[in-house]
C-alpha cells in the first residue's frame, strides 16, 4: 500500500497545469510537446545526497570525470544510470507531466504517478510509485561506484547479495542497497553492477536506495518539512507574483545547495559538474543567506573553508575525495586549485562580517587577524591595494585569462577597500580613507575602464567593472557604469566583457552572460543613481527562471548573443545574487551593516508599484516586517505586532 502522505501528495498536484507557474507559490511545472524536451537535467537534493535525473526520470551514464549525475551521497556515485519501461513501453515514451516541490520531484506517465525524494535523515533516495493495479512495470539500474573529482577510481569488481524485495551490491568503493517495499508481485535480478527490477500488477511501491545505513522509516513528512522551512521567514510580497515565487525558490536553492559531507559542511557551486565546496562561491550566497534565516549555513561553510585555510589563505575550491591532485592548466602553468584564489579570504571577511551583523556569530579575533594578514601580505609594493600574482595561483576572476592580470585589479580591491574599512580599526589598521583614494584614483581617474594596473594601467571593458559598486557610491562609478551598459546589457543579463572589448569572443570569462554579474549590476545601479537600467537587469532573473527547461532554476550562464541557457543548469551564486538584488539593491538593505532601529527605509521601487512587504525578516533572534510604500517606509517587531493584536 501507499503511505498516506505519498497518496495526498499526488493527488494534491497530479491536476497541476504550466498555467499554475504562474498562481501556485509552491510548484513548478513543465509538459513536454516532444520527447527530446524531457531529456533536459533537472534534481532532488537534500544536505546529504543529490539525484539528478532527466526530466522524465531515466539517466544515461556520464563518462565526464567531474559529472554529479545520477544518485550521489556524500562522494560516491550509488546510481550511475536508470531507465524501464510501463507495460512495455519505455518512460521517456510514456512520460506525460513534470511537477517540482519544494523537496520533490512528481512525474506523471501513461498509467503510472511517481514522486522521487532524498530523506533529510539519512539521505536515501525513495522513488515511490503509484499504478493502476494492471500494470507491469520494468527498471534497470546501472550501479555506478565511481568517487567524486579530483579521484579518478572506481569499482573493478562488485560482489551481489540478494534478500527477499531486496538487493545490496558491495565493490571495493562501496555498498549500494536497492529495497522494494510493496505487496505487490515484486522480482529483483541482479548481475554484477546491473540490477533489473520488475513489478507486476502495480498498485503501489517505494524503492529506497541507499549505502545500506537505511533503516525503514515513513520520513517523507519530516523530509518535506525541512524543505519548506525557508516558506514562511523572510517573505516577499511585490504586486508582481513571479517576483515572489521566484524569491522563494532562491531561497530554497540556498537551502537545498547546501551539503553534508565527509570532508565538512557548507555550500557546493552548482550542479551537475561542480558540485562540491567552493569558496568564492558560497561567500557570495553567505551574504544573501544572512538575510533570509539561514545564517548557520552560512557558519557552517565559513568554518570548513576555515579548517582548510592555509595560515589565513582561504580556500578557493575543496574536492570531495581525497586530497589529489586538483589540477589546473592556464597556458602552461599548472596549479592546485585547491587555494587558487586571492578573492576567497577578503570575501570570507566580507561573510564574517554580515554573519556577526545578522546572526551575532563571529569566530575568534585570532582567525579573523590571520586572515586579514593574509590579504595584507598580497600587497606587494606597500601602497595598500593587493596584488594578483598568477605565478603564486593568487588569481582573481576570471581564471581563463589570469595570467596577464597581474597586479592590482579593480574588482579584489573593491572587496579588500569594504573588509579594510571594516576590520581595519579593529586590527590597527587606519588607511582605509587614503587606500581608498588611491584606488578612485588608479582605476577611476579618466574615463578609461582601467581593469588591471601591473607595469602600467590596463583597460579592459569587463563586468569586473560593476564591482566597486556594490559598496561604494561615486559620481565616477556611476559614469563608469552608463559607458558600458551599450556593450554589456542585454535582455537577458549581464556579459561578462562588453562587445566593444578587443578581447570579447562570446567565450566563458570573455563575453558569455553570467546572472551573477548581473547582480552586480542591480545592486550598484540602484547604489549609483541608475535605477532604470537595475531594474531592467533584475527583471532578467525572473524571465530567465519561468522560461528554463527546469522551471525556476537560474543557469549558470548564458549564450553572449541570445537566451540560451549554458553551463550548470543549476548555480547557487545564480539564484542568492536576486536575492542580493532586491534586498541590498532595490530596498537598500545593506548585508554587513542592516539595523533595524537605524534603517532609513530608503528604496527604489520602480514605477508600477506601489509598494513592497517583506515578512518575519531575521535579525539576531527576532524577526521585523517591512513595508515600503512610494513615499515611506515602515517596520515593526514580528513579537510585539502579535502582542497588541
Same mark, same amino acid.
Given at each position: 500500500?501507499?503511505?498516506?502522505? /505519498?497518496?495526498?501528495?499526488?493527488?494534491?498536484?497530479?491536476?497541476?497545469?504550466?498555467?499554475?507557474?504562474?498562481?501556485?507559490?509552491?510548484?513548478?511545472?513543465?509538459?513536454?510537446?516532444?520527447?527530446?524536451?524531457?531529456?533536459?537535467?533537472?534534481?532532488?537534493?537534500?544536505?546529504?545526497?543529490?539525484?539528478?535525473?532527466?526530466?522524465?526520470?531515466?539517466?544515461?551514464?556520464?563518462?565526464?570525470?567531474?559529472?554529479?549525475?545520477?544518485?550521489?551521497?556524500?562522494?560516491?556515485?550509488?546510481?550511475?544510470?536508470?531507465?524501464? /519501461?510501463?507495460?512495455?513501453?519505455?518512460?521517456?515514451?510514456?512520460?506525460?507531466?513534470?511537477?517540482?516541490?519544494?523537496?520533490?520531484?512528481?512525474?506523471?506517465?501513461?498509467?503510472?504517478?511517481?514522486?522521487?525524494?532524498?530523506?533529510?535523515?539519512?539521505?536515501?533516495?525513495?522513488?515511490?510509485?503509484? &499504478?493502476?493495479?494492471?500494470?507491469?512495470?520494468?527498471?534497470?539500474?546501472?550501479?555506478?561506484?565511481?568517487?567524486?573529482?579530483?579521484?579518478?577510481?572506481?569499482?573493478?569488481?562488485?560482489?551481489?547479495?540478494?534478500?527477499?524485495?531486496?538487493? =545490496?551490491?558491495? +565493490?571495493?568503493?562501496?555498498?549500494? =542497497?536497492?529495497?522494494?517495499?510493496?505487496?505487490?508481485?515484486?522480482?529483483?535480478?541482479?548481475?554484477?553492477?546491473?540490477?533489473?527490477? %520488475? %513489478?507486476?500488477?502495480?498498485?503501489?511501491?517505494?524503492?529506497?536506495?541507499?549505502?545500506?545505513?537505511?533503516?525503514?522509516?515513513?520520513?517523507?513528512?519530516?523530509?518535506?518539512?525541512?524543505?519548506?522551512?525557508?516558506?514562511?521567514?523572510?517573505?516577499?510580497?511585490?504586486?508582481?507574483?513571479?517576483?515572489?515565487?521566484?524569491?522563494?525558490?532562491?531561497?530554497?536553492?540556498?537551502?537545498?545547495?547546501?551539503?553534508?559531507?565527509?570532508?565538512?559542511?557548507?555550500?557546493?557551486?552548482?550542479?551537475? #559538474?561542480?558540485?562540491?565546496?567552493?569558496?568564492?562561491?558560497?561567500?557570495?550566497?553567505?551574504?544573501?543567506?544572512?538575510?533570509? &534565516?539561514?545564517?548557520?549555513?552560512?557558519?557552517?561553510?565559513?568554518?570548513?573553508?576555515?579548517?582548510?585555510?592555509?595560515?589565513?589563505?582561504?580556500?578557493?575550491?575543496?574536492?570531495?575525495?581525497?586530497?589529489?591532485?586538483?589540477?589546473?592548466? %592556464?597556458?602552461?602553468?599548472?596549479?592546485?586549485?585547491?587555494?587558487? /584564489?586571492?578573492?576567497?579570504?577578503?570575501?570570507?571577511?566580507?561573510?564574517?562580517?554580515?554573519?556577526?551583523?545578522?546572526?551575532?556569530?563571529?569566530?575568534?579575533?585570532?582567525?579573523?587577524?590571520?586572515?586579514?594578514?593574509?590579504?595584507?601580505? =598580497?600587497?606587494?609594493?606597500?601602497?595598500?591595494?593587493?596584488?594578483?600574482?598568477?605565478?603564486?595561483?593568487?588569481?582573481?576572476?576570471?581564471?581563463?585569462?589570469?595570467?596577464?592580470?597581474?597586479?592590482?585589479?579593480?574588482?579584489?580591491?573593491?572587496?579588500?577597500?569594504?573588509?579594510?574599512?571594516?576590520?581595519?580599526?579593529?586590527?590597527?589598521?587606519?588607511?582605509?580613507?587614503?587606500?581608498?583614494?588611491?584606488?578612485?584614483?588608479?582605476?577611476?581617474?579618466?574615463?578609461?575602464?582601467?581593469?588591471?594596473?601591473?607595469?602600467?594601467?590596463?583597460?579592459?571593458?569587463?563586468?569586473?567593472?560593476?564591482?566597486?559598486?556594490?559598496?561604494?557610491?561615486?559620481?565616477?562609478?556611476?559614469?563608469?557604469?552608463?559607458?558600458?551598459?551599450?556593450?554589456?546589457?542585454?535582455?537577458?543579463?549581464?556579459?561578462?566583457?562588453?562587445?566593444?572589448?578587443?578581447?570579447?569572443?562570446?567565450?566563458?570569462?570573455?563575453?558569455?552572460?553570467?546572472?551573477?554579474?548581473?547582480?552586480?549590476?542591480? %545592486?550598484?545601479?540602484?547604489?549609483?543613481?541608475?535605477?532604470?537600467?537595475?531594474?531592467?537587469?533584475?527583471? +532578467?532573473?525572473?524571465?530567465?527562471?519561468?522560461?528554463?527547461?527546469?522551471?525556476?532554476?537560474?543557469?549558470?550562464?548564458?549564450?553572449?548573443?541570445?537566451?540560451?541557457?549554458?553551463?550548470?543548469?543549476?548555480?547557487?551564486?545564480?539564484?542568492?545574487?536576486?536575492?542580493?538584488?532586491?534586498?541590498?539593491?532595490?530596498?537598500?538593505?545593506?548585508?554587513?551593516?542592516? *539595523?533595524?532601529?537605524?534603517?532609513?527605509?530608503?528604496?527604489?521601487?520602480?514605477?508600477?508599484?506601489?509598494? #513592497?512587504?517583506?515578512?518575519?525578516?531575521?535579525?539576531?533572534?527576532?524577526?521585523?516586517?517591512?513595508?515600503?510604500?512610494? *513615499?515611506?517606509?515602515?517596520?515593526?517587531?514580528?513579537?510585539?505586532? /502579535?502582542?497588541?493584536?
Amino acid at each position: 500500500m501507499l503511505p498516506e502522505r /505519498s497518496r495526498r501528495l499526488i493527488e494534491e498536484i497530479r491536476d497541476l497545469t504550466e498555467e499554475d507557474n504562474y498562481r501556485d507559490m509552491r510548484h513548478w511545472v513543465r509538459t513536454p510537446y516532444r520527447p527530446l524536451d524531457s531529456y533536459s537535467y533537472t534534481m532532488v537534493k537534500g544536505s546529504k545526497a543529490h539525484f539528478i535525473a532527466y526530466m522524465n526520470g531515466t539517466i544515461r551514464r556520464s563518462d565526464m570525470h567531474r559529472s554529479r549525475v545520477g544518485y550521489w551521497k556524500d562522494n560516491v556515485s550509488h546510481i550511475a544510470s536508470l531507465d524501464g /519501461s510501463i507495460d512495455g513501453r519505455k518512460l521517456s515514451d510514456a512520460f506525460k507531466k513534470y511537477v517540482r516541490g519544494l523537496g520533490y520531484i512528481y512525474r506523471q506517465y501513461a498509467g503510472l504517478d511517481r514522486i522521487d525524494y532524498i530523506s533529510e535523515r539519512d539521505g536515501s533516495l525513495h522513488i515511490i510509485l503509484s &499504478g493502476t493495479g494492471d500494470s507491469e512495470l520494468n527498471l534497470e539500474f546501472d550501479i555506478g561506484h565511481t568517487m567524486a573529482w579530483p579521484s579518478h577510481a572506481s569499482a573493478e569488481r562488485f560482489d551481489v547479495s540478494l534478500d527477499g524485495n531486496g538487493s =545490496c551490491i558491495t +565493490s571495493n568503493i562501496s555498498k549500494t =542497497c536497492i529495497s522494494v517495499y510493496s505487496d505487490d508481485d515484486v522480482r529483483i535480478h541482479s548481475t554484477g553492477e546491473n540490477l533489473h527490477l %520488475i %513489478i507486476g500488477d502495480l498498485h503501489g511501491a517505494e524503492i529506497v536506495i541507499s549505502d545500506g545505513t537505511y533503516e525503514v522509516s515513513d520520513d517523507m513528512e519530516s523530509t518535506l518539512k525541512y524543505h519548506e522551512s525557508v516558506k514562511d521567514m523572510a517573505v516577499l510580497e511585490t504586486p508582481d507574483f513571479r517576483f515572489n515565487k521566484l524569491f522563494l525558490w532562491a531561497k530554497h536553492d540556498m537551502l537545498e545547495f547546501y551539503s553534508e559531507t565527509t570532508r565538512g559542511n557548507g555550500w557546493f557551486a552548482g550542479f551537475p #559538474v561542480y558540485s562540491w565546496f567552493f569558496g568564492r562561491d558560497g561567500l557570495w550566497m553567505a551574504l544573501a543567506a544572512n538575510m533570509v &534565516g539561514l545564517s548557520g549555513l552560512t557558519h557552517e561553510h565559513l568554518r570548513m573553508l576555515l579548517r582548510y585555510a592555509d595560515d589565513g589563505r582561504i580556500p578557493h575550491e575543496i574536492g570531495l575525495a581525497d586530497d589529489g591532485d586538483q589540477g589546473y592548466t %592556464i597556458g602552461e602553468t599548472r596549479f592546485n586549485t585547491m587555494y587558487m /584564489s586571492i578573492d576567497s579570504s577578503p570575501l570570507w571577511l566580507l561573510a564574517n562580517a554580515s554573519l556577526e551583523n545578522w546572526d551575532q556569530r563571529r569566530f575568534d579575533d585570532d582567525h579573523l587577524r590571520k586572515v586579514f594578514n593574509f590579504i595584507t601580505s =598580497c600587497d606587494i609594493d606597500g601602497d595598500g591595494l593587493i596584488e594578483n600574482d598568477f605565478g603564486r595561483g593568487l588569481i582573481g576572476w576570471p581564471e581563463t585569462w589570469a595570467n596577464i592580470r597581474n597586479g592590482k585589479t579593480v574588482d579584489v580591491n573593491a572587496i579588500w577597500l569594504e573588509d579594510l574599512r571594516i576590520y581595519g580599526p579593529r586590527f590597527g589598521n587606519n588607511g582605509y580613507g587614503k587606500i581608498r583614494d588611491r584606488y578612485m584614483s588608479l582605476f577611476f581617474g579618466d574615463a578609461d575602464p582601467v581593469d588591471f594596473v601591473g607595469s602600467e594601467p590596463h583597460a579592459i571593458s569587463s563586468a569586473m567593472q560593476f564591482v566597486p559598486g556594490l559598496f561604494m557610491k561615486d559620481e565616477a562609478i556611476r559614469r563608469r557604469m552608463e559607458d558600458l551598459s551599450r556593450g554589456i546589457m542585454t535582455p537577458w543579463g549581464i556579459r561578462s566583457m562588453s562587445v566593444y572589448d578587443p578581447m570579447y569572443d562570446g567565450g566563458y570569462h570573455t563575453g558569455t552572460v553570467w546572472p551573477l554579474m548581473t547582480g552586480w549590476f542591480v %545592486i550598484a545601479a540602484y547604489g549609483n543613481g541608475l535605477a532604470d537600467l537595475a531594474f531592467e537587469q533584475l527583471k +532578467s532573473f525572473v524571465d530567465l527562471a519561468f522560461s528554463a527547461d527546469d522551471p525556476g532554476r537560474i543557469n549558470e550562464t548564458y549564450d553572449a548573443m541570445r537566451p540560451l541557457p549554458t553551463g550548470q543548469f543549476a548555480q547557487g551564486w545564480s539564484s542568492s545574487m536576486f536575492v542580493l538584488s532586491i534586498l541590498q539593491g532595490m530596498l537598500s538593505m545593506n548585508p554587513v551593516s542592516f *539595523d533595524p532601529s537605524a534603517f532609513a527605509g530608503k528604496h527604489h521601487l520602480p514605477d508600477a508599484w506601489r509598494n #513592497v512587504k517583506l515578512h518575519r525578516i531575521p535579525w539576531r533572534g527576532k524577526f521585523y516586517n517591512l513595508t515600503f510604500i512610494r *513615499d515611506g517606509f515602515s517596520l515593526k517587531d514580528v513579537a510585539a505586532e /502579535s502582542a497588541e493584536e
